[in-house]
């Protein structure tokens, strides 16, 4: 068991504030040298192939491992690496305890292995969101959707030459055009949409029995999330929105990082009867991947289990 991690003075003294916190993690993105120092001393939070290390607590509930640097560097030595392999750590943020946090994959290493010195278990993310608290959620859906993009932005579209990344991980640059790239998601819709009385809920064939889900659909280039909303609704289930209001967003990490955008919408009771139509979903790329068969629409004045 890897020992647990205690809160530096001068970290808390360089960032007591959220708005010093925030402050402090945008220097680290710009200052090499002052990202490096802050390595040494910061919560380190594992992966293995992109699944979070969660530690059973005597509740038994979960939480995700928050490591010190120097203990997750003897246990790179212990299994056979020189410790380089901390330099890929990517930086995630500045917690509430005023602790500098960085996110790191450890995939090279035999899973049961770090799984034994760290006295936790790596569990794929759809099950973790299952297993943590709100506010840990949204940690390593963070960290993961980070360490995703480094695996897959290793080259430059534009030239074909690989790209290098910052110390903070916050941005890679093209090594012979100098592009910048940095870490994208992709804007999605999801809006529940409602007669006064009744919520519309639709469900795929690959759905299990009895669960059904609000509409939801990728923005296309161009749109607006408010076109994108009546687009989706109206080919999906062949009714036209009379009214849009926000109600809130979330990062989402499935399937490669999107940025959730959550609403509710309003349909005339005199025009709410739905028409699935599921040639026109297949007609939209990005709608295909969410929706690939809609196999029926219901109204609900309770909604079942959705997601």
Not at 220 to 247: F, I, K, N, P, W
């Amino acid at each position: 068991m890897l020992s647990p991690l205690k809160i530096s003075s001068l970290s808390a003294r360089c960032c007591s504030t959220f708005v010093s916190r925030m402050r402090l993690v945008a220097r680290l993105q710009q200052d090499e040298s002052a990202c490096s120092a802050a390595l040494q001393n910061a919560q380190l939070f594992l992966f293995h192939r992109l699944s979070p290390l969660l530690l059973r607590t005597q509740q038994g509930t979960f939480r995700p491992a928050a490591l010190r640097t120097t203990d997750v560097q003897a246990m790179l030595e212990r299994l056979g690496l020189d410790g380089t392999l901390l330099e890929e750590s990517v930086l995630i943020g500045c917690s509430e305890q005023n602790q500098v946090q960085f996110c790191l994959d450890v995939g090279e290493l035999d899973r049961a292995a770090v799984e034994q010195v760290c006295g936790g278990n790596f569990i794929s993310l759809r099950k973790a969101f299952f297993l943590l608290t709100e506010p840990e959620a949204p940690l390593v859906a963070k960290g993961q959707a980070l360490l995703r993009w480094h695996q897959t932005s290793g080259f430059c579209s534009a030239t074909g030459k690989p790209t290098q990344r910052n110390q903070a991980g916050s941005q890679r640059v093209c090594s012979r055009s100098g592009i910048t790239y940095y870490p994208k998601m992709s804007p999605v819709v999801i809006v529940l949409v409602s007669d006064g009385k009744r919520c519309l809920l639709g469900r795929q064939s690959s759905f299990p029995q009895g669960m059904y889900s609000a509409l939801a659909g990728f923005c296309d280039m161009g749109e607006t999330v408010e076109e994108t909303l009546c687009r989706e609704v109206a080919e999906e289930v062949g009714l036209e929105v009379s009214r849009v209001s926000y109600s809130s967003s979330q990062h989402w990490p499935f399937p490669h990082s999107s940025f959730m955008m959550g609403f509710h919408a309003s349909v005339s009771p005199a025009h709410s009867q739905p028409s699935c139509d599921p040639l026109s979903v297949h007609s939209c790329p990005l709608t295909t991947r969410s929706w690939r068969m809609l196999a029926g629409s219901v109204w609900r004045k309770s909604p079942p289990p959705c997601r």
